[in-house]
């Protein structure tokens, strides 16, 4: 598992256009208060972390911290997954419906419908800030204006395979 994790961390720094020599992971003072299970956590270089952690009762909630860590505010938000873009805008899925804040979390915008009736596995944000996504039935969509627009990109031929 900390293979795994440690692989998808340098593909995701790779995929955004950064180039690590070495990862490193340090402890945060608290985790976030009420969760039983944090499931995803990221953070921007202003020590601000964002965290999806499920409650008591295996519901997924949205969690920040805006101290690097010392303190945590649910927001009451359910999300699925959490994603944040090379200029701090946060994007989060819940089902079929993707939303994006400009605000650190604190408002969520809902984006035009995801143009696949199946809902989307994964969210790959490029260092232009590009979103590529990939839903259920194999397709991958692109949107270069923050989710408002989406467009079908072709696949690779089938002897290959893409995972995002």
């Not at 995701?12 to 208060?33: D, N, R, V």
């Amino acid at each position: 598992m900390k293979s795994s994790l440690l692989f998808f961390a340098a593909a995701l720094l790779l995929c955004q256009g950064m180039y690590a020599q070495s990862i490193s992971f340090e402890s945060l003072p608290h985790s976030p208060q009420g969760s039983s299970d944090v499931q995803d956590i990221i953070g921007d270089a202003n020590g601000n972390y964002y965290a999806i952690a499920e409650d008591n009762y295996y519901s997924r909630y949205f969690y920040r911290s805006l101290d690097a860590g010392n303190t945590w505010q649910k927001m009451n938000v359910n999300t699925d997954g959490l994603y944040l873009a090379p200029d701090g805008t946060l994007y989060r899925n819940s089902g079929s419906n993707i939303f994006r804040s400009t605000n650190q979390g604190q408002s969520w915008t809902q984006l035009p419908d995801f143009p696949s009736f199946f809902n989307f596995q994964g969210l790959v944000i490029t260092s232009a800030g590009s979103l590529l996504a990939r839903s259920w039935d194999d397709n991958v969509y692109r949107s270069t204006d923050q989710g408002n627009t989406w467009e079908t990109i072709p696949l690779l031929p089938a002897n290959e395979t893409i995972d995002i």
